[in-house]
C-alpha cells in the first residue's frame, strides 16, 4: 500500500507517537533518557518545533508538538542523531524505530487538553506510578517549569498550575476515548484495509480467540486506522480497542 500523505492541522499542533521496532526499547538507561531530551530540544530549536509535551516510556515516545507545516525535518532529525548513537552504544545495527512515526492533528482546544493528560497519563496506564511521579514526561514542567516545554497556551487555557492539576487529577481521566479521532482514510479504503486483514469478514470476529482479536486490533492501528474507526470497522466496543491498543 503506498504511503498516505500527512494531513495539515489548522493550527500546526499534531500528536506525535515513535514505537520501537517489534515493540523493543528504545531506552535502556536514564543516559539514553536523558540524550534522547537533549536531542529533540536541540533540533526544536533548529527547525522552528514547540514541544508542549512529552513522555518517555520504555519502548515508545508521545510528543504534543506546534509546527510550522509537517514536523517531518524534526522527525528525521532526531531519528539520524539517536539511532546512531543508541546502535553504537549497544553493538547493534538496523532500524531502532518502527517504520515512519505515527502522528494526529490537533483540531481544537478540548482535544488538545486530552492529548495533554493522555500523554502525562501514559505512566498510570502502565502501572508504573502516578504521572506526578513519573520523571520522565513533562507533568512536573507545567508545575515547576524547566527548559524543554512551551506550558503557556495550556496553563493560559486551564487559568495557570492550579487548573492544570486539577485537570490533570479530573476522575473522567478516560474522556479522551470519545474524542473523534482524525484520519485521511476514506471509508472504503477502511472496509479495504479489513477485508484485507480480516477475510472472514466482520460477522466472525467473535470466533477469535482474544490473542487473535488483539492482534487484529493492532494490525488495524498500525495499517492508519483510528481506535473509533477500529471500533466501527470491527463492530468491537471501544473500551475493547482502547485496552488493546493502551498496551502496545
Not at 466472525?204 to 474507526?229: M, Y
Request: glycine share 6%; charged share 25%.
Amino acid at each position: 500500500m503506498p504511503r498516505q500523505a500527512r494531513c495539515f492541522s489548522e493550527g500546526n499542533y499534531f500528536h506525535v507517537m515513535i514505537r520501537g521496532i517489534n515493540k523493543q526499547a528504545i531506552f535502556l538507561d536514564d543516559a539514553d533518557r536523558r540524550k534522547f531530551l537533549k536531542t529533540i530540544l536541540r533540533f526544536a530549536e533548529e527547525t522552528n518545533v514547540d514541544i508542549l509535551a512529552w513522555c518517555l516510556m520504555s519502548n515508545h515516545v508521545h510528543l504534543l508538538l506546534k509546527a510550522e507545516g509537517l514536523p517531518d525535518l524534526f522527525m528525521k532529525k532526531i531519528g539520524c542523531s539517536y539511532v546512531p548513537y543508541f546502535n553504537k552504544k549497544y553493538g547493534r545495527v538496523g532500524h531502532l524505530f518502527q517504520d515512519r512515526y505515527k502522528s494526529e492533528t490537533i483540531r481544537d482546544d478540548r482535544y488538545m487538553l486530552a492529548v495533554v493528560r493522555y500523554i502525562h497519563m501514559n505512566p498510570e496506564n502502565a502501572n508504573i506510578c502516578k504521572m506526578s511521579d513519573y520523571k520522565w514526561s513533562s507533568y512536573n514542567e507545567y508545575v515547576t517549569g524547566g527548559e524543554l516545554v512551551h506550558t503557556d497556551l495550556i496553563l493560559n487555557m486551564l487559568g495557570g498550575v492550579d487548573g492544570y492539576t486539577q485537570f490533570m487529577e479530573t476522575t473522567d481521566k478516560n474522556s479522551y476515548m470519545d474524542i473523534d479521532e482524525h484520519s485521511n482514510l476514506s471509508e472504503k479504503e477502511i472496509q479495504e484495509l479489513f477485508s484485507k486483514l480480516f477475510p472472514a469478514g466482520k460477522h466472525n470476529i467473535q470466533r477469535l480467540l482474544p490473542s487473535e482479536r488483539s492482534q487484529l486490533i493492532v494490525s488495524l492501528c498500525e495499517a492508519g486506522l483510528t481506535a473509533a474507526q477500529i471500533s466501527h470497522v470491527t463492530g468491537l466496543g471501544k473500551n475493547v480497542v482502547y485496552s488493546v491498543l493502551k498496551g502496545i
